[in-house]
Every structure is written in C-alpha cells, then in structure tokens.
Nanobody, 122 residues
Framework: QLVESGGGLVQAGGSLRLSCAAS????????MGWFQQAPGKEREFVAA????????YYANSVKGRFTISRDNAKNTVYLQMNSVKPEDTAVYYC?????????????????WGQGTLVTVSS
C-alpha cells in the first residue's frame, strides 16, 4: 500500500514536498517513482529512484527543480518540488516497481498510490 501526502496550493516559484509511505512490501528492494496527471491529460513520468537510492531519473520538464529521495528506514519516498510552475499543477501519484529505477521510467509499475493534488497558482 502506498499513501501520498503533502499536496496543496502553492504559488509559482514556491516549494512543496510530497511524501509517500509504503507498507506491505519489501520497500528497500523496490524502485520508487512519481508520476503526474494533469486535467485532461495522460499520466506522465516525473522521477524515479532505485532501491538503494543510488540512481535517479527525471523528466526533462522537472530536471533541476525537483528532487526524488528515499528513506528506507522509514519506508518513505519524497519528491521535493522547487521553483514550481503553473504547469506543474496535477495529481501526483507514487509508484512502486522492480529494483531498477529505469524500469519505472519505462512504465513498469507494480502498484500506485491514490494520488495527491498539487495546485500551482500564478
């Protein structure tokens, strides 16, 4: 089970940190990721991190602004969102997959969270 938190309303240029708490699975051996789904659009990859945390991947649209990290002792993955833009407005979903983060980049997701809404005002 994946439970996201931390979404909300933020002004453009501001920051927000999303959290995803995992249970019921060997968290430390699973890659984790974040996806976004804007109104009327398909769900898109945002960021992924390997099981060890040693490898990370980002969509070009968020590279340099967002940072994915994980705390295996807390079974939690984070998405730090800085310099947010109105186009970042979306529901953000946490995802779990195989141990290699690149698998999540390629859409291999084993389970999804329920999503948390991020709204960026201009």
């Amino acid at each position: 089970q994946l439970v996201e938190s931390g979404g909300g309303l933020v002004q453009a240029g501001g920051s927000l940190r999303l959290s995803c708490a995992a249970s019921g699975r060997a968290f430390s051996t699973s890659a984790m990721g974040w996806f976004q789904q804007a109104p009327g659009k398909e769900r898109e990859f945002v960021a992924a991190i390997s099981a060890s945390g040693g490898s990370t991947y980002y969509a070009n649209s968020v590279k340099g602004r967002f940072t994915i990290s994980r705390d295996n002792a807390k079974n939690t993955v984070y998405l730090q969102m800085n310099s947010v833009k109105p186009e970042d407005t979306a529901v953000y979903y946490c995802a779990v997959g195989p141990s290699a983060a690149v698998a999540i980049v390629r859409g291999r997701v084993d389970a999804w969270g329920q999503g948390t809404l991020v709204t960026v005002s201009s």
